[in-house]
Structure formats: C-alpha cells, structure tokens
C-alpha cells in the first residue's frame, strides 16, 4: 500500500525490493542499510524496535521527528519567502505608480515649458 502512495522514485525502488527480501528471511533494518535513501538514524531506531518488539512505538517517534522537522523547515521557508514577496509586491507597486504618473509630468512639462 505504501508503494503506490509514495511518488518518490528511489524510495519507491526500494520499496518494490523490499517485499522479496523480506520475504526471504531478511530483517527490515538489514535491507534499508542497503539503500543510501533511508537515514542512519532511521535504520538504527527500527533495529533497535525489532530487538525490542516496539517497531510502533518506533515509527511513531520517527514520525514525530520528521513531523517536527518538516514543521521547521516550513517555518524557515516561510521566513525568508516573507520579505521576497513584500518586494516583488512593492516593486510591482512602484511600476504602477510611475506608469500613472510619468504622463501626467510629461504633461506638466509640456504646458510649463
């Protein structure tokens, strides 16, 4: 089911291996360390979780780090797309304005001069 949610390719690679191997008597931490797509950090958590029997209580605290690391990095991108926005949108402001204004000096300086 995995396998056809997720779209990244390499994951979704190893993903389609994956139920063979397992299959022939591989453990789950054994396959990712074949696959430089899965972090280390990942790897040892779940082997850690298989010796102990708590592979749920594993994933929902990867789940919880990842989920706070896509939370930051959202707060980041966000942050720094702030103040490029304030000045595209002022800039395009700044066109508006001397389009409108421009002719009406023009004008000025034809009637004074």
């Known amino acids: 089911m995995v396998r056809r ?15 063979n191997e397992i299959s022939n008597g591989k453990t789950l931490n054994e396959f990712m360390a074949q696959f430089p797509v899965f972090e280390s950090r990942m790897i040892s958590l779940i082997k850690v979780g298989g010796e102990t029997n708590q592979l749920d209580s594993v994933f929902k605290r990867l ?12 707060g980041l991108f966000s942050s720094m ?11 395009m402001v700044a ?8 002719p009406l000096f023009k004008l000025g300086n034809f009637l004074m001069g």
């Open 5 to 19: 949610m997720l779209r990244f390719f390499p994951k979704g690679t190893a993903l389609n291996v994956m139920q």
């Open 63 to 74: 789940y919880d780090q990842y989920s706070e690391d896509v939370d930051h990095q959202m």
């Open 81 to 91: 797309l702030e103040p490029l926005l304030i000045i595209l949108v002022g800039g």
């Open 95 to 102: 066109v508006i304005m001397l389009a409108m204004f421009l």
